[in-house]
């Protein structure tokens, strides 16, 4: 597959509460800019004016994002992952399921697992009856199966996945050694040549990366995922991970 299936189901916003802070900072900075030019004159109305439009341009970097941005990337990861379709694929924070059902559209015996703990901050309207939903929107009903559980303990035995997925999921773990645990727990449940791709922020990949060669895992790759995951900006730009679980 080499293009994008269309998206039907509703797949809502990732951290809700980011995109209003960037948007309403966008709005009162016009006001401001608009007040200050009344009142001071234009001169003085310069510097409102140009932080007004960097927060403008940060909420439409992020809407974009969450909303267009990262099913475009993902779906490009999964073009390059070549999945043969009888894979036993786990999604880790799977929300609403725009990357599990992605991958169960790829699958024609394999199966798709999801596991979240349905956190609405992390993702509006974040439930795992939403994800079924959404499942039956994308034709996928009969290729997933969704459990809440956390990604430090997976409900999982040890190797029984071809493939483990993350999209910004694993940096909402803190502290960092918290986060490690999920790593772990993600290369248990891969087999022996499991593959692993994980997205994330705030330079996040670059310590699973550390910590993957820890755990003696190869292939461990880290590249940029380009803008269309910038959440707010090349500031909060994302990374991909990738590694091979040794035979």
Known sequence: MTAQAPVRGSYGIDSPA?????????????????????????????????LAVVFLFSA????????????RVWAEILDE????????????????????????????????????????????????????????????????????????????????????VSSLAIHNISPAAERAKAIEEAVRVLRPGGRLFVVDIFGTPRAYRDHLTELGVTGIQVRPAGWRMWWGGPWGSSELVTAVKPE
């Open 18 to 50: 980011t995109l209003f802070g960037l948007a309403s900072a966008a709005v009162l900075l016009t006001a401001a800019t608009i007040a200050t030019a009344v009142l001071a004159g234009p001169a003085v109305a310069v510097a409102p004016a140009v």
């Open 60 to 71: 439409g970097c992020y809407l974009h994002a969450t909303k267009r941005g990262k099913f």
């Open 81 to 164: 992952a070549g999945l043969r379709g009888d894979e036993r694929v786990l999604d880790l924070g799977c929300g609403r399921g725009a990357v599990l059902l992605a991958v169960a559209g790829r699958l024609t015996t394999g199966h798709a697992v999801g596991v979240d703990l349905w956190q609405t901050r992390d993702q509006s309207g974040n439930a795992q009856d939403t994800t079924e939903r959404n499942a039956s929107a994308e034709r996928v009903r009969d290729r997933i199966e969704l459990h809440t559980g956390d990604l430090r303990e997976l409900p999982f035995g040890d190797g029984e996945f071809d493939v483990v």
